[in-house]
């Protein structure tokens, strides 16, 4: 293929070790990115790619601005951006209402919130030093256009291919043209069987959908009789129920999945979409993480 992804790492108890030489590994291979998800404690396990690595590129995909103080935050994240020689991207978002409701947050507006824990990072750079390229956690339009406003670069999870080019049309062309950073989890099953690759994914993204500002995103890229069958297996409490009404359209438009050259031609998709790094965050019907890392590892090597 002529254009490698991003890989999602996340660093879980008792393989945190494995974790940074996995991310060494994927330097080697030739992947573009490592990013991090909200799980496990990823600003951590940024500043141990940090040292370990040297070229690659890295960031958290989605730290909840809600976990550490906006002057804290910018201090570290200014510390990782220079022991990184400028590799790193601090990647923040507001997270979703049951990680809310998890550890007794009570969250404000989003917009609101953003914008203002953006300043305060960008207040206290004279104080903790240069700071990386702020990347705002975003979904739909007004996120988007806050991105632009405040940050330097946005990065969707689970958005829909079909979607993205009306998306990136809200980033100035001359934005979207400079080092503004355009990215997207992508969850990843790579297997020849395709039918229970796809089912794998409709288990990951069950949780998603049940998010109104998912649903909502989804309507709007035109999943509507999906998304209302998710609506009604809710209402009926038949939670069970919601992944069997997840549309083959709906999934290969947010994820990716099947033999491992329709993954590849997948990545060539969101890259001819505008998404300039395809973060993909695999799974696998044969185990772990770390069987899937070592499928996605397969798949791509340069």
């Not at 996340?10 to 994927?26: C, M, N, S």
């Not at 989605?62 to 103080?69: D, E, G, I, N, S």
């Not at 104080?127 to 390229?133: D, F, K, M, R, T």
């Not at 809710?234 to 994820?255: E, G």
């Amino acid at each position: 293929m002529s254009q490698m992804p991003a890989i999602s790492l996340a660093a879980v108890p008792g393989r945190r070790a494995q974790t940074v030489e996995l991310a060494v590994e994927a330097e080697k291979r030739g992947f573009v990115g490592i990013f991090g998800p909200s799980m496990g404690d990823a600003v951590s396990l940024m500043l141990s790619i940090a040292h370990a690595t040297n070229e690659i590129r890295f960031g958290t995909s989605v730290q909840p601005l809600y976990f550490r103080h906006p002057i804290d935050m910018a201090g570290t994240a200014a510390y990782i951006h220079e022991i990184s020689g400028g590799r790193f991207y601090m990647g923040i978002g507001v997270s979703h209402g049951p990680v809310h409701d998890r550890f007794g947050l009570e969250p404000g507006k989003p917009l609101a919130d953003t914008r203002d824990y953006v300043g305060q990072m960008r207040a206290a750079e004279k104080a903790v030093g240069e700071l990386p390229p702020i990347v705002l956690a975003t979904l739909r339009d007004k996120m988007v256009a806050l991105s632009v406003e405040v940050g330097d670069g946005a990065v969707w999870a689970n958005a829909s291919l079909n979607a993205m080019p009306e998306s990136l049309a809200k980033i100035p062309t001359e934005v979207r043209d400079g080092d503004f950073y355009i990215g997207n989890m992508i969850p990843t099953v790579i297997d020849d069987d395709k039918k229970a690759a796809g089912d794998r994914n409709r288990k990951t993204l069950a949780g998603y959908v049940q998010l109104p500002n998912y649903r909502n995103y989804w309507k709007q890229a035109g999943y509507v009789e999906e998304m209302e069958a998710v609506e009604s297996a809710m209402a009926d409490k038949d939670f069970q129920r919601i992944p069997s009404v997840l549309s083959d359209r709906w999934l290969s438009s947010c994820t990716l999945y099947g033999p491992a050259n329709e993954v590849r031609e997948g990545v060539e998709a969101w890259y001819d979409a505008g998404v300039k790094c395809p973060i993909l965050v695999p799974s696998s019907i044969n185990g772990g993480q770390m069987v899937a890392i070592a499928e996605m590892f397969d798949t791509f090597s340069n």
